[in-house]
């Protein structure tokens, strides 16, 4: 099992909101959870997949 590091947004507020929360793989892509349901595991994205989201995101597309 790889170890992640996983880091919440900075928007994210301690009371718990719909967060979600990212570590980088070196070989696999980006791991993205759930904050509120972390024991239902993750999902994976390529880096190409999590790049064209955050060019998308930032351009205010989403």
């Known amino acids: 099992m790889i170890d992640r ?3 919440t947004s900075s928007y994210s507020n301690s009371k718990g909101g719909n ?4 570590a980088g793989t070196t ?3 980006v791991a993205v959870r ?3 349901h972390r ?3 993750y999902l ?3 880096s190409a997949a999590w790049a ?3 060019r ?3 351009a205010g597309e989403m």
């Open 5 to 7: 590091t996983w880091r």
């Open 19 to 22: 967060c979600v929360e990212v």
């Open 44 to 46: 994976v994205f390529d």
């Open 56 to 58: 998308e995101v930032r």
């Open 27 to 29: 070989a696999c892509g």
């Open 52 to 54: 064209a989201f955050l």
């Open 39 to 41: 024991e239902q595991g």
């Open 34 to 36: 759930d904050t509120r």
